[in-house]
């Protein structure tokens, strides 16, 4: 099959390397144009455990400065959340009609934007438990597996070839659905573990090993827990199992949100615990912990964004 990632961040770069391990071919779209000398130069190196690979792609091109349509069967939009809109309708044209998107964003909100952009027809949601860590323009490790999730708006939609192409590429899938539910479950799991880590700066298994950070962890689990109530959400009662589950599984792993704060980037603390409290406002359900922590998380990214 045939890959155009648009985006090269810690998600991107796992993913298309480890298509491109399983003879895929895997092209890139990035905005930097570092990045794209350096991918063409060294490829991606990808790390896990003890062992590493270097990766060569099958092209890389700027954003905003493609010259020529990319005959691909997948677009995976790879970008931060808030800026997945915006690559949707920038690369939209300059795929085949059959090509098919896929969204891994966090949030709910990009998912639905891509979507409209596309159509029902053509988007799929990768709901990912992999989780990566970029230390570099080119260098990404692998630092947590978990059962991926593939779902669409159209709960009718046969996902059993991307289904297939991906566990060929090595990655726990499975299909389900109901895209909402999907999507609930990740965004409530990161509204606790996200913003958590990125105020004490810790990865995520110290949410286990230290008794205080586990304590506050389970406070914003108590917050989300009423909002899933609220929301009749069908998994509320085992929200506390899934979230340490996940910290367990992805222990060694830096949080979307830690990096972004370490690399001064706008974080998605909007897109994950923002929409998490609207849905708190909405319903009329107390947050004051989820609440707290937004603050915190606003007041790191406001000293270096102005």
Known sequence: MRFLIVGQGSIGSMLGARLREKDNEVFFVVRNPIRVSILEREGIVLFEK?????????????????????????VIIATKSYNAKEAAEGIKDFVPDSAEFITVQNGITPHIDVSKIVGEKRHIILSLYDSAFSFSLNQVRLTGRGENVLTSFEPSRDLSRVEKVFKHSGFDVRVEKDAFSVLYKKLFINAVINPITTVLKVKNGELIR?????????????????????L?????????TLVFKTIEKTADNKSSMLQDIEWKRKTEIDDIVGYTLHLAEEYGVEAHSLRNLYLAVKALESQYLR
């Not at 700027?62 to 010259?67: G, S, Y």
């Not at 349509?69 to 997948?74: A, F, N």
């Not at 230290?210 to 909002?227: F, G, H, Q, T």
């Not at 009749?232 to 506390?240: C, Y």
């Open 50 to 74: 003890e062992k590493h690979e270097i990766i060569k792609c099958d092209g890389v091109y700027q954003f905003n400065r493609l010259e020529h349509p990319l005959d691909v069967d997948y």
């Open 210 to 230: 230290n008794r205080y950070a586990s304590e506050l962890a389970k406070s914003l689990i108590e917050d989300v827990v009423n909002i899933a109530d609220a």
């Open 232 to 240: 009749n959400f069908k998994d509320k009662n085992t929200l506390e």
